[in-house]
């Protein structure tokens, strides 16, 4: 047995394995502690060459994991329109001198928000409002994430980490054939449908392998250089936003700007199979949803070892994430506005008795599946492990690709469409076939529900896996299963990144969207079960391990990423 995959918990715990784990933990921590396990190695595995790039030049001038990532958040905003940006919000998992940290800087809902703002006379939802254009955005939270993250934790000058997004703001850079490809068939999509944006008139020029540049992206990002957080919610910038909004029937204000606060949160720390899983608080919906996964897994699974992927393993995992999911619709939401329930969500007997319900060769009626209590994706994410063995996981977004499909004229960035996750009636799936209600209703300043889910895997209170990805709801999936990829099937980065996954999430009722190279007779197996198969890529994972003192990282192949350990 491989030290990574050191404890392949079995069902009922006995004597024989409380010995065998004893005698394990004596090996790993002997391995662990080994000072040769700590070689100065440090790994990057991002979304883009531009962002590897910079990561990896910003440790090698000395700047730590948390330097790196403000940096490549940044150059992401140039150079990953689709995602990459200063007009959404995120997560920043840090794992730093032994302590972990989780930086919120989520959007929220502006001032003038509320419940039924997306509702037409009759109370129905009106189609694309919290989707595309003017009325789909939340309040940035990016730059004020950047500016906590580099208050509490960064050691090099501010101005040192956004000179290289400006560079290739100012600079141009080579659009890379995948992103033109996007762009293209964005513009499109977006002329079929009727919805007002301006994204043409910014990206339309951006053409494969030729240089692009962005001056009035340049622009903001000098002032955000030069007055830090100020740059962005103050002066020049907040005016420029507060006046194309107005113009345009929008109603994020300065004063929304200006009372943008990132938040340093605890993040959540599981136990599972002998490792600690730190991961996202709420008003991540990812957290609590992963542990839930990993923990239920291993109550309802048999006691044999299930082959990966096998029609068995996708069933049973398909099983957790229906009561996952019903969970979430209920109790997540922004804590600041409702209380999350998250002691009684992560108890052993509420989820024994959860798991007890499954079984192993039959569906479960998604109807009856409720609450347990007494409830084209985009988004990106990227993981740094520095030479002192601080990690970073950082998951942010505007939400679908290319946000809201609105660029800040003068500003030159794009907005979120993040409003769309919150619940805009209750019981109505969002774009994702996610649902909710009170616990995720819109409220003036309140977060809307997400399901980023920037993970780090620790033991003995060292790194061992950095992990996350862009997808929507099926983040989470991706997520639990990258972990499952390592722990359980011992794989390598790539094997983790590249290896088909698959998702269930309640609603739609018993579907499975699963990645291309899933077994065909497990799809067949699993059709025969009843469920519907959905072969739609989703997620693009960016992880890191350290396997024995020796770091591993990956990008998934499907994207445009690029990992390296050096
Ligand atoms: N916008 C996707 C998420 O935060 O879950």
Do not use: C
């Not at 006379?121 to 254009?133: C, E, H, L, Q, W």
């Not at 011992?490 to 291309?516: C, G």
């Not at 693009?540 to 350290?546: A, G, L, P, T």
């Amino acid at each position: 047995m491989s030290k990574w995959s050191k404890y392949h918990q079995e069902k009922g715990s006995t004597m024989a394995n409380l010995v065998k784990y004893a005698a394990h933990l004596l090996i790993v921590t002997a391995i662990f502690f080994h000072p040769a396990s700590f070689a100065k190695q440090a790994a990057v595995a991002m979304p883009d060459s531009y962002s590897s790039d910079t990561a990896r030049a910003i440790l090698e001038q000395g700047g730590n994991a948390v330097d790196a990532a403000i940096a490549a958040q940044f150059v992401l905003a140039v150079t990953l329109p689709e995602a990459g940006n200063i007009g959404g919000g995120g997560f920043m998992l840090i794992q730093k001198d032994g302590k972990g940290d989780f930086i919120d800087y989520r959007e929220t809902a502006p001032a003038a928000a509320h419940r039924d703002m997306y509702l037409d006379d009759k109370g129905d939802v009106i189609d694309n409002m919290s989707v595309y254009g003017i009325h789909a955005s939340g309040v940035p939270g990016s730059v004020a994430g950047m500016w906590l993250a580099h208050q509490k934790h960064g050691s090099l000058e501010w101005k040192t980490l956004l000179e290289p997004a400006v560079k290739l703001a100012e600079q141009g850079f080579i659009v890379h054939p995948k992103l033109a490809a996007s762009i293209e068939r964005y513009i499109a999509r977006m002329a079929k449908k009727s919805v007002n944006i301006n994204f043409a008139d910014y990206f339309a020029e951006a053409k494969a392998n030729k240089v692009f540049k962005q001056p009035e992206l340049a622009a903001t990002l000098k002032r955000i250089r030069d007055q830090g957080k100020a740059g962005f919610y103050e002066g020049e910038t907040a005016k420029i936003i507060a006046t194309f909004m107005k113009q345009h029937g929008g109603i994020i204000t300065e004063q929304d700007l200006k009372a943008y606060e990132a938040k340093s949160r605890t993040p959540i720390k599981g136990n599972w199979r002998g490792y600690e899983v730190l991961t996202s608080p709420p008003p991540s919906s990812g957290g609590i949803a992963i542990l839930q996964w990993l923990k239920m897994y291993d109550l309802a699974k048999p006691k044999e070892k299930l082959e990966h992927n096998s029609t068995t393993y996708v069933h049973i995992l398909a099983e957790v994430g229906k009561r996952v999911f019903a969970d979430r619709a209920e109790y997540l939401g922004d804590p600041d506005f409702y209380e999350v329930p998250k002691t009684a969500l992560l108890a052993d007997d509420y989820l024994s008795n959860r798991a007890s319900t499954i079984r192993p060769d039959a569906i479960s009626t998604t109807e009856n599946i409720k609450p347990g209590l007494h409830e084209s994706e985009q988004t990106t994410h990227f993981s740094i492990l520095d030479k002192w063995g601080n990690a970073v996981a950082n998951t942010t977004t505007i939400n679908l690709s290319f946000g809201s499909g609105v660029v800040v004229s003068g500003a030159g960035f794009i907005l979120n469409d993040e409003m769309d996750d919150f619940s805009a009636k209750p019981g109505v799936m969002n774009v994702f076939g996610a649902i909710g209600g009170k616990a995720n209703e819109i409220q003036p300043h309140k977060r809307m529900l997400s399901s980023m889910t920037p993970t780090i895997l620790l033991q003995d209170n060292k790194v061992k896996m950095v992990t996350g990805s862009p997808g929507g709801t099926t983040i989470i999936s991706s997520v639990y299963e990258s972990i499952l990829n390592a722990v359980e099937f011992d794989m390598t980065a790539e094997q983790v990144v590249d290896s088909p996954r698959f998702h269930h999430q309640l609603w739609p009722k018993n579907v499975i969207r699963y990645h291309t190279g899933l077994e065909p007779k497990v799809v067949k197996a699993l059709e025969k079960m009843g469920y519907t198969l959905d072969e739609r890529h989703f997620g693009d994972m960016h992880v890191i391990i350290n396997k024995d003192g020796k770091l591993d990282a990956a990008s998934e192949a499907s994207g445009r990423g690029k990992a390296m350990v050096f």
